[in-house]
Every structure is written in C-alpha cells, then in structure tokens.
C-alpha cells in the first residue's frame, strides 16, 4: 500500500503563496514514489474533487486547468521522492483541501480525473482570504 503525505497548507492572503508538499512515508519506497505519475486536486465544501496539476514520472511532461495556469507550479525532487506544489498569486476561490494522488498505470499522457489514480494522501487545508 502506498502511502502519501501532504504538507505546506495554511492560511494566506490573497495574492501571497505557498507551496505544498508530497512525499512518501512509512513502508513505500522512494524507488516507488518516483516510478509514478503524480497529480494535485483540491476540493472545497460542497464541491467535486478538481485537478489541478499534473506531472509524468520523468517530470518531462506537465498540465494545468485553465482555472491556475500561469499561477501554479508542479514540480518532483527524485532525492527527495516530494512532489511539490508551489501557488502564486492565490486567490479566495482556491480555498480548498489539496490532495496529492499517485498514478501508478502510466499511459502516455497525465491524468486529470480523480477515479484515475489509485493512491491519495489525507489532504492539506488551503484557506485564502480577502
């Protein structure tokens, strides 16, 4: 069983940043961790789960919704097996539990519905405010 971690959520203002954090614990291996595709989704009260970021297993191909393109940044460390998260110029309707999720059945391109991964981590809360 995969287990994942997020970190880095908190409470900012609008137009600050953060950057949130994804990293393997207990018995999954980093050698693991980094063989899969990773995604970022985010889910606020009343609301679906919504990708936000996607990254391949070689961090050569990435993908944004339109709705945080040009503000959010998906990254990997393979030392470090962490995906990070890193939001610019977050806004209150990014206001949500972000959730890291790992893709372990590659298939050429990045997934961006949540039944499409297999593993998630508990989430980390993201508040902005006004």
């Known amino acids: 069983q995969v287990q994942l971690v997020e970190s880095g959520g908190g409470l900012v203002q609008a137009g600050g940043s953060l950057r949130l954090s994804c990293s393997a614990s207990?018995?999954?291996?980093?050698?693991?961790?980094?063989?899969?595709?990773m995604g970022w989704f985010r889910q606020a009260p009343g609301k679906e789960r919504e990708f936000v970021a996607g990254i391949s297993r070689t961090a050569g191909s990435t993908y944004y919704p339109d709705s945080v393109k040009g503000r959010f940044t998906i990254s990997r460390d393979y030392a470090k097996s962490t995906v990070y998260l890193l939001m610019n110029i977050l806004r209150p309707e990014d206001t949500a539990l972000y959730y890291c999720a790992a893709d372990r059945r590659w298939v050429g391109r990045i997934k961006f519905k949540a039944d499409e991964y297999d593993y998630w981590g508990q989430g980390t809360q993201v508040t902005v405010s006004s």
């Open positions: 207990g018995r999954t291996s980093g050698r693991t961790f980094n063989n899969y595709a």
